[in-house]
């Protein structure tokens, strides 16, 4: 019995210190405005073509509005008229695929922060043959020579 409490103690405290690291690692990230939070927390997504970056071509970094890690070069950006910023090619080591549960699309999220940032699909432009489809609220532009 003595051993029975002891585990559940330290099981408790091992939980309450995971919430506390959580909470203490958020004060680190940018404060996101309800439709940001919507998208890179909850998973959500622009309205096509609506999108603050859909239509931009100025020459820069798109970093994760979470978490300022550099994403994606303007190099690499190119309208693929699917109603969403497109790049085919990101900052190596920058993003995590992961498979969505249905097995129809790959999830992509940012590898720092674990913020959604859209969708990875293989129809892109050669060399690299891949589109990913980024959601404007995710992220944020810093021109060149900033």
Not at 6 to 17: E, W
Not at 59 to 72: A, Q, S
Request: hydrophobic letters at 30%; proline letters at 6%; one cysteine or more.
């Amino acid at each position: 019995m003595r051993f029975i409490i002891i585990f559940l103690l330290t099981g408790l405290t091992a939980c309450s210190q995971t919430r506390q690291n959580a909470i203490n690692m958020e004060k680190y990230y940018n404060k996101l405005s309800p439709q940001e939070e919507n998208e890179i927390i909850n998973k959500g997504t622009d309205i096509p073509y609506t999108g603050e970056y859909y239509k931009s071509n100025e020459n820069g970094i798109y970093t994760c509005r979470r978490c300022n890690v550099p994403l994606y070069y303007s190099r690499d950006k190119f309208d693929a008229h699917c109603g969403w910023p497109s790049f085919d090619d990101e900052i190596p080591g920058a993003v995590i695929r992961i498979p969505d549960p249905d097995g129809m699309r790959t999830e992509i999220i940012c590898a720092n922060c674990g913020g959604h940032l859209g969708h990875v699909f293989d129809d892109g432009p050669k060399p690299t043959g891949q589109r990913y489809c980024i959601n404007s609220a995710a992220i944020q532009f810093e021109k060149k020579g900033k």
